[in-house]
DNA sequence: GAAAATTCGGAAACCGGTTGCCTCGGAGGC
DNA sequence: GCCTCCGAGGCAACCGGTTTCCGAATTTTC
C-alpha cells in the first residue's frame, strides 16, 4: 500500500472517476442525487487512489474541526490518565480528535495553549486538573463551549463534572460503622489542600450524626507513604485506642497499614483501614488489600466529554455536575468470607 | 475580553485597518513591503478584535499543520506518559501541538486512529506503547514521518528511539558487585515479556563476565509486589545462601523488600535489592528506598520528538537509537552514609 | 409528438488565509 | 518637463473541499 507521494486529492478522485469536483463530492458524503453507478465509480475511485479527505478544508467550509482541546492545568499525571481516557472514549466515538495541553501548573503556558487551541478552533474546550480546588476560569466570553473535569471553576456558571468527594468520605465512614468500628482515626494530607479538607470534614460530620467523634484530632501532614507511617507512631503515642483509620488518600493508607502492621497490630482485626482514590497499584499491592473510595475518574471523564458534545450541539448544561464515589471493599475492612487454611 | 461572537478574521481586521487582505496579511506576517504606520495600524487592529488566524486556513496554503499525532499502541500509562511529557515538552517550543490516540492494544483502533491522522494531515507521528518488543510497523510507505518511542518497529529501517534496558542492567549487575555482593539473585516478570527477557539475559551475562552465575535461575512470574513476595519465599526455601536480589521492575522489587523484612532478612545489610524502572512512588515508598535503573522516559520522548522534528525538516535518522539507562542509588543496596541516631 | 416533470451532474461561489504579480503614484534624474 | 525607478498596496489565484444553483438529458404525461 505505498502510498508515499502527496496523498490523493478529491480532484484525483474526480478525475480518476471521470466526474466534475463537485459531483465527487457528493457521491463520497450521499449529498445530491446521483445515480447509483456514478457513485460507486466514485467511491471505487476514492478507494484505489487511498483518498482521505484534508481535515483542513473540510474545517474551512463546514467550520468545524472535530477537535477538542483537553488542558491539565497542572502536570499530567495519575488523576489525568483515567480522566483522558474516559475523555478519549466518549469522543472517539464521536470521531473527535483530542488535542493534549499539559499547563505545567504556569498560567502563562495555560493561556498560551488556550490561545493556539483557540486559533485551531477547537469546537470545545476541556480543562482538568489534580487539584480539585475551584479554580478560576481559563477565559470568559470564549467562543467554544468549555467543561471542567475533576476540577470545577470558580463561576458556579461554568459547567464542571466533578466527584462527590465528601460522599464517599461519608461512605468510607458508614462502611466502618457498618464494620462495627466505633473509635475511627483520620490521617490525611496537607491542611491547605481542598480535597484533604473536604473529606475530613465530611467525615466528622457523618460521624457526628451517628453521635460519635474521631478517636483522636485528625492528622494533616503529605500525600505519601512516609506521612502515613509517622502519622501511625504519633496516633500510638498520643491516642486513645482506635480500632479503625480513615485515611485521605490510598498512599497515606498502605503508609498506615504498613506501620500498624510494624507495630504489632493486625489489619483488619485490631484495626480497620480504608483508603481513598482506589488506586490500583496501592490498593493491591497492600497487606491485606485496602478499601477504598473510587471516584471514577474514567466515569468523570466521559461525562465531562458527553456534556461538552451536547453543549458543542448547542444544548449545554452549566453549573456543577456531582458524580457519586463508590466504595469499593477489600480485605483491610472486612476478614475474607472463607478464611485461608492455617499452615 | 468578551469574546464570545466568531472569532474575528482577517477580513475584519483589513476592514477596520482600511486596508485590502492580502496587506493585512503581509502586515501580520513581516511580508512584502508595508510603511510602518501601515503595518502598525494593521497589527493595531488585530489586537483589538482578539485576532488569532484561523489554523485550518492557514494549513491549506501552507500544507503544514505544525500538528503530530501520538498514537499509544496499548492503553495510555503509567509508561506513556513521561513520555508524552517529554513530546510535549520538545514540540511545544517548537510551537506545534499533539493529538492524543489510544490504541488500547486493538489493531483496529490503531488503524482508524491512522487514517484519521492521516486525514488531518499532521506533520508526523509518534508510536509508543508500554511493550518494550518490537512491533510490526503502523503502516508502511506513509506520506509522513514517524518515529517510534519506547517501543521499537520491526522494520529495522524505522525511526525509534528506545532504552538501553540491558545496559541498565548491567549497571545494576555492576553496581551489586561493586557493593560486594557476590550471590545474586533475579526476580521479574513473565517469560514471555520483551523487556523481563532482555534485562534477564544481560544480568546473567554481565555476571559471567566476572566469572559468576546467579544465585538461583531467574524466577519469571508477574510485574506485581505479590509475585515479588511469593518469588521471596522460594528463594528462602529452595536457593542457597543469597546477599542481593536484581528485580525486572520496581513493583517486584517493593514485593521482595517487604517479603524479606517479613522474613527476616535485612535490606540492605543482609540483601540488596535493585529494582528497574525508578517509578517515584515505588522506589520512595518501599522501606528503604530502592535503589533502581532509570530508563529516562521522559528524555526518550523529547529525543523522539526531536527526530521527529528533524525529520519533518527533511534530515530523517532512520533506524534504533538506543538510550543509556541510569543507576538511582538509593538506600536498598548502600547503607547511609550519616546513619541515623540510635533513639 | 410536444410539453412538463424529474433526474443527474456540472459550474462556480465560498470558507480564510497566503503570495505572486501588477498598478499606481511620487520622487529623482537628465 | 519627461522618463525611469521604486516603494506601497491592491487584485486575484490558489489551497481542497462543500454546497447552491442551474442547465441538459431523459422520462412521463396527455
Redesign the interface.
Given at each position: 500500500?505505498?502510498?508515499?507521494?502527496?496523498?490523493a486529492t478529491i480532484s484525483d478522485v474526480a478525475a480518476l472517476a471521470g466526474v466534475s469536483v463537485g459531483t465527487a463530492s457528493k457521491a463520497l458524503n450521499g449529498r445530491g442525487s446521483l445515480r447509483a453507478e456514478t457513485r460507486q465509480r466514485v467511491q471505487a475511485a476514492a478507494e484505489q487512489l487511498g483518498f482521505?479527505?484534508?481535515?483542513?478544508?473540510r474545517?474551512?467550509s463546514s467550520g468545524r474541526?472535530y477537535t477538542v482541546g483537553?488542558i491539565t492545568t497542572d502536570?499530567?499525571?495519575r488523576f489525568s490518565?483515567p480522566l483522558?481516557?474516559g475523555v478519549?472514549?466518549a469522543l472517539?466515538a464521536g470521531?473527535m480528535?483530542?488535542?493534549?495541553?499539559?499547563g505545567r501548573d504556569d498560567p502563562i503556558r495555560e493561556q498560551y495553549y488556550l490561545?493556539?487551541l483557540?486559533?485551531?478552533?477547537v469546537d470545545g474546550i476541556i480543562v482538568t486538573g489534580r487539584h480539585a480546588r475551584p479554580r478560576p476560569p481559563i477565559?470568559?466570553?470564549?467562543?467554544v463551549p468549555v467543561v471542567y473535569a475533576f476540577v470545577s471553576s470558580t463561576d458556579p456558571e461554568d459547567c464542571s463534572v466533578v466527584a462527590d468527594e465528601a460522599g464517599g468520605a461519608r461512605k468510607a465512614i458508614d462502611h466502618l460503622l457498618a464494620v462495627g468500628r466505633r473509635r475511627i482515626a483520620h490521617v490525611t494530607g496537607p491542611e491547605h489542600h481542598h480535597s484533604a479538607v473536604v473529606r475530613s470534614a465530611a467525615a466528622i460530620e457523618q460521624l457526628a450524626e451517628s453521635g460519635l467523634e474521631l478517636a483522636a484530632p485528625p492528622l494533616f501532614g503529605e500525600w505519601?507513604?512516609?506521612w502515613g507511617?509517622r502519622a501511625v507512631g504519633m496516633l500510638l503515642a498520643t491516642a486513645g485506642e482506635f480500632d479503625a483509620v480513615f485515611c485521605g488518600s490510598d498512599?497515606v493508607a498502605?503508609?498506615v497499614t504498613?506501620a500498624l502492621r510494624a507495630a504489632g497490630r493486625r489489619v483488619p482485626e485490631d484495626v480497620a483501614v480504608v483508603g481513598f482514590d482506589n488506586w490500583d497499584?496501592?490498593v493491591?499491592?497492600s497487606?491485606p488489600p485496602l478499601t477504598s473510595v473510587d471516584m471514577n475518574l474514567e466515569g468523570l471523564g466521559r461525562g465531562a466529554a458527553d456534556l461538552l458534545l451536547a453543549a458543542i450541539n448547542g444544548e449545554p448544561s452549566p453549573g456543577p455536575h456531582v458524580r457519586p464515589c463508590r466504595l469499593v471493599v477489600r480485605e483491610s475492612t472486612t476478614v475474607p468470607v472463607e478464611p485461608s487454611p492455617v499452615d
Amino acid at each position: 500500500m505505498g502510498k508515499s507521494a502527496r496523498p490523493a486529492t478529491i480532484s484525483d478522485v474526480a478525475a480518476l472517476a471521470g466526474v466534475s469536483v463537485g459531483t465527487a463530492s457528493k457521491a463520497l458524503n450521499g449529498r445530491g442525487s446521483l445515480r447509483a453507478e456514478t457513485r460507486q465509480r466514485v467511491q471505487a475511485a476514492a478507494e484505489q487512489l487511498g483518498f482521505q479527505a484534508n481535515a483542513a478544508a473540510r474545517t474551512l467550509s463546514s467550520g468545524r474541526t472535530y477537535t477538542v482541546g483537553m488542558i491539565t492545568t497542572d502536570t499530567i499525571g495519575r488523576f489525568s490518565i483515567p480522566l483522558m481516557i474516559g475523555v478519549e472514549d466518549a469522543l472517539g466515538a464521536g470521531r473527535m480528535s483530542v488535542f493534549l495541553c499539559d499547563g505545567r501548573d504556569d498560567p502563562i503556558r495555560e493561556q498560551y495553549y488556550l490561545n493556539t487551541l483557540l486559533s485551531r478552533r477547537v469546537d470545545g474546550i476541556i480543562v482538568t486538573g489534580r487539584h480539585a480546588r475551584p479554580r478560576p476560569p481559563i477565559g470568559s466570553g470564549l467562543p467554544v463551549p468549555v467543561v471542567y473535569a475533576f476540577v470545577s471553576s470558580t463561576d458556579p456558571e461554568d459547567c464542571s463534572v466533578v466527584a462527590d468527594e465528601a460522599g464517599g468520605a461519608r461512605k468510607a465512614i458508614d462502611h466502618l460503622l457498618a464494620v462495627g468500628r466505633r473509635r475511627i482515626a483520620h490521617v490525611t494530607g496537607p491542611e491547605h489542600h481542598h480535597s484533604a479538607v473536604v473529606r475530613s470534614a465530611a467525615a466528622i460530620e457523618q460521624l457526628a450524626e451517628s453521635g460519635l467523634e474521631l478517636a483522636a484530632p485528625p492528622l494533616f501532614g503529605e500525600w505519601s507513604e512516609a506521612w502515613g507511617r509517622r502519622a501511625v507512631g504519633m496516633l500510638l503515642a498520643t491516642a486513645g485506642e482506635f480500632d479503625a483509620v480513615f485515611c485521605g488518600s490510598d498512599q497515606v493508607a498502605r503508609g498506615v497499614t504498613d506501620a500498624l502492621r510494624a507495630a504489632g497490630r493486625r489489619v483488619p482485626e485490631d484495626v480497620a483501614v480504608v483508603g481513598f482514590d482506589n488506586w490500583d497499584v496501592m490498593v493491591l499491592g497492600s497487606q491485606p488489600p485496602l478499601t477504598s473510595v473510587d471516584m471514577n475518574l474514567e466515569g468523570l471523564g466521559r461525562g465531562a466529554a458527553d456534556l461538552l458534545l451536547a453543549a458543542i450541539n448547542g444544548e449545554p448544561s452549566p453549573g456543577p455536575h456531582v458524580r457519586p464515589c463508590r466504595l469499593v471493599v477489600r480485605e483491610s475492612t472486612t476478614v475474607p468470607v472463607e478464611p485461608s487454611p492455617v499452615d
